[in-house]
C-alpha cells in the first residue's frame, strides 16, 4: 500500500534546541510495509507493520513507525497497524523504490516535435513548466488549462490563430510565450482574468496581430513584453499603467505615432526599431466644444473622481467611451473635447537602453499629446513661450 505526496520529517527536539524545520516537504511515496524479519537473536516488535517514506534522493527509504495518513483505506490500515493487529489489506515489501514512481511529480516537460505530444494521456497534474513547440497546434489544448500548478507555458511555433477565453484559469503562471504563431487579435478575457495578478512576461513575437486592447494595460504584473515582429498600427494609449513593465520589444511593426501616456513608463530596455514613425504634424487637430457637452462633463467627473462604473451599472457604449478617455497633460481627462498634437520625444527619456530607431542613429520618435482646453494647449506648447 502506497501513498504518493509530499512529506516534510519534523523533529518534535527542534524548538527545544531553538531551531526550525525547513517548512517545505519533498517529494515522497509513503508505504505501509511488513517489517523486515527479526535478526538471529532478536525478538519480533510489537508491531504488525511500518511506515516506509521513500524518496528521489533516498530511494531504499527511511522506516518509521506507522501512524499517519491521508486516504481513508490508507487511515484504516494504519490504525490496524498502530493497534499491533493484524491487517487484512496486502501490504508493500520493503524495496527500494523505483524511479518511474516518482513520474506523477514530474514538474516540468519540454516537447518540440508531433511524434513526442501525448494524445493518449493527460498531462502529469504536478507540471510547473510545460513546452510544446514546432507540434503543428492550431489551438490551445484544453487539457493545459486543467495544469493549476503551472508558472511557464511555451506555445511558441505553432500555428495557434486565437487563445481560449478560459486560459486565465492558470491562477499560476507567470511567464507565457505566444511566438511564432498565427495570432490576429490578443482577447480581451485574457486582459481581464486572475492573471492580472500573476503574469510577468508575455511574449507575442512573430504574430499578425494588428492592435492590443485597451485592456491590455490592465495586466500591471508585467515585467517583459515583446512583440516585435507583428502588423501593429498602434500601441494600447493607456501603456502608462503598467508600472512594473521593464523591457519592452516592439520592433518591426507599423507604429506611425507613440501613444501620450508612453511617456509615463520606466524601462531598462526599449527597442522600436523599424517601425514607419511619421514626422511630427505642424499644426494640431482641434475638436473642443464650447460649451462642454453634458456627456463631457459627466464622464471628466467620474473618471477624475474614479468613480467605479460598469457595464451593470451604465450601458456599454459609454463603458467603452470612459474606457478610451484620453489624458490632458494637466492630468485630467477628456472625451470627445479636446486638442490632438503631435511632438518628438527622446527615448533614453523613458528607457536607459534604447536600440536605434532607424538606420541614422536616432533615438527619438513622435508621440501624441491630448489637451483637455486651449489654456492647457498654450501652456505646453512652444509656439507661445
Given at each position: 500500500?502506497?501513498?504518493?505526496?509530499?512529506?516534510?520529517?519534523?523533529?518534535?527536539?527542534?524548538?527545544?534546541?531553538?531551531?526550525?524545520?525547513?517548512?517545505?516537504?519533498?517529494?515522497?511515496v509513503v508505504s505501509l510495509c511488513q517489517p523486515r524479519p527479526p535478526a538471529r537473536g532478536e525478538q519480533a516488535g510489537p508491531h504488525s507493520a511500518?511506515?516506509?517514506?521513500?524518496?528521489?534522493?533516498?530511494?531504499?527509504?527511511?522506516?518509521?513507525?506507522?501512524?499517519?495518513?491521508?486516504?481513508?483505506?490508507?487511515?484504516?490500515?494504519?490504525?490496524?497497524?498502530h493497534r499491533g493487529c493484524d491487517i487484512n489489506t496486502s501490504l508493500s515489501t520493503l524495496t527500494p523504490v523505483k524511479t518511474?514512481?516518482?513520474?506523477?511529480?514530474?514538474?516540468?516537460?519540454?516537447?518540440?516535435?508531433?511524434?513526442?505530444?501525448?494524445?493518449?494521456k493527460n498531462f502529469p497534474y504536478s507540471l510547473e513548466h510545460l513546452q510544446t513547440s514546432y507540434c503543428g497546434l492550431?489551438?490551445?489544448?484544453?487539457?493545459?488549462?486543467?495544469l493549476k500548478n503551472l508558472v511557464k507555458l511555451?506555445?511558441?511555433?505553432?500555428?495557434?490563430?486565437?487563445?481560449?477565453?478560459?486560459?486565465?484559469?492558470?491562477?499560476?503562471?507567470?511567464?507565457?510565450?505566444?511566438?511564432?504563431?498565427?495570432?490576429?487579435?490578443?482577447?480581451?478575457?485574457?486582459?481581464?482574468?486572475?492573471?492580472?495578478?500573476?503574469?510577468?512576461?508575455?511574449?507575442l513575437s512573430?504574430?499578425?496581430?494588428?492592435?492590443?486592447?485597451?485592456?491590455?494595460?490592465?495586466?500591471?504584473?508585467?515585467?517583459?513584453?515583446?512583440?516585435?515582429?507583428?502588423?501593429?498600427?498602434?500601441?494600447?494609449?493607456?501603456?502608462?499603467?503598467?508600472?512594473?513593465?521593464?523591457?519592452?520589444?516592439?520592433?518591426?511593426?507599423?507604429?506611425?505615432?507613440?501613444?501620450?501616456?508612453?511617456?509615463n513608463l520606466s524601462l531598462e530596455y526599449l527597442d522600436l526599431f523599424g517601425n514607419t514613425f511619421e514626422q511630427p504634424k505642424a499644426l494640431p487637430v482641434i475638436k473642443l466644444q464650447v460649451p462642454l457637452s453634458l456627456l463631457e462633463l459627466s464622464a471628466r467627473t467620474i473618471l477624475f473622481n474614479r468613480i467605479p462604473y460598469a457595464f451593470h451599472i451604465i450601458p456599454f457604449h459609454l463603458c467603452q467611451d470612459l474606457d478610451t478617455a484620453k489624458t490632458c497633460v494637466c492630468g485630467r481627462f477628456c472625451l470627445k473635447s479636446f486638442i490632438q498634437g503631435t511632438a518628438t520625444m527622446n527615448l533614453h527619456s523613458v528607457a536607459h537602453t534604447v536600440v536605434l530607431v532607424d538606420n541614422m542613429g536616432g533615438t527619438e520618435a513622435p508621440i501624441t499629446s491630448y489637451f483637455c482646453s486651449l489654456v492647457c494647449y498654450i501652456n505646453s506648447s512652444d509656439m507661445f513661450k
Open positions: 500500500m502506497k501513498l504518493h505526496c509530499e512529506v516534510e520529517v519534523v523533529s518534535r527536539h527542534l524548538p527545544t534546541l531553538g531551531l526550525r524545520n525547513r517548512g517545505k516537504g519533498a517529494r515522497a511500518c511506515l516506509l517514506v521513500s524518496t528521489m534522493k533516498d530511494k531504499r527509504g527511511t522506516r518509521y513507525e506507522a501512524n499517519s495518513g491521508s486516504l481513508k483505506g490508507f487511515l484504516s490500515a494504519m490504525r490496524l497497524a518511474s514512481e516518482f513520474e506523477k511529480f514530474k514538474t516540468k516537460m519540454v516537447i518540440t516535435c508531433k511524434k513526442e505530444y501525448p494524445l493518449g492550431i489551438r490551445v489544448d484544453m487539457r493545459m488549462l486543467c511555451d506555445l511558441s511555433h505553432n500555428h495557434i490563430k486565437k487563445l481560449p477565453a478560459t486560459i486565465g484559469d492558470l491562477i499560476q503562471l507567470q511567464e507565457l510565450d505566444l511566438s511564432d504563431n498565427h495570432l490576429e487579435s490578443f482577447s480581451v478575457a485574457f486582459c481581464q482574468s486572475t492573471l492580472q495578478k500573476s503574469l510577468r512576461r508575455l511574449d512573430k504574430n499578425k496581430i494588428k492592435a492590443l486592447p485597451v485592456q491590455f494595460c490592465q495586466l500591471q504584473e508585467l515585467t517583459d513584453l515583446k512583440i516585435d515582429d507583428n502588423d501593429l498600427i498602434q500601441l494600447p494609449f493607456k501603456i502608462g499603467q503598467l508600472k512594473n513593465l521593464r523591457f519592452l520589444s516592439a520592433a518591426r511593426n507599423k507604429l506611425p505615432v507613440l501613444p501620450s501616456e508612453f511617456k
